[in-house]
């Protein structure tokens, strides 16, 4: 018995969409998820704006130079010059950041008390195990 050849590219097509779904479940188990780190809420960690909340060090305004040098091939001038302006302005993103955090942190506050309303009591406790013991992540 003959099939016809659109029946049989749709069978092909099928096909391949079922095993690219099968293979790529199997890599996401495999690879991703196997490599995934604890679910854990230090600070701001789990929202974006967490890293502008960090006020760099000098070392990290140097590492972000020296990668910028490298990345970019900077000439000795422009390398100074972009550190003049990042000196120049650190200040600015350090008073941006002194008015934000709290406002920040109040939300990050408000949602562990949220999500702490919906968890059992032992649920609870592990939730704030997961929680930072120190408060040395938080640096204006």
Do not use: K, Y
Request: hydrophobic share 45%; charged share 25%; proline share 8%.
């Amino acid at each position: 018995m003959r099939m016809p050849p659109r029946w049989v590219a749709v069978g092909v097509l099928c096909a391949v969409a079922l095993g690219s779904g099968l293979a790529g479940a199997a890599v996401d188990r495999l690879v991703l998820r196997a490599h995934a780190s604890p679910v854990t809420f230090p600070d701001t960690a789990f929202h974006p704006i967490e890293s502008i909340l960090r006020s760099p060090t000098a070392a990290d305004r140097r590492a972000i130079r020296a990668e910028l040098t490298r990345q970019l091939h900077l000439t000795p001038a422009q390398a100074d010059t972009i550190d003049s302006i990042m000196n120049r302005r650190s200040g600015e993103f350090r008073a941006l950041r002194a008015e934000i955090r709290p406002r920040v942190q109040q939300l990050v506050d408000d949602v562990h008390a949220n999500i702490e309303r919906v968890l059992t009591p032992d649920q609870r406790a592990a939730f704030r195990r997961l929680q930072p013991t120190a408060d040395t992540s938080r640096t204006p």
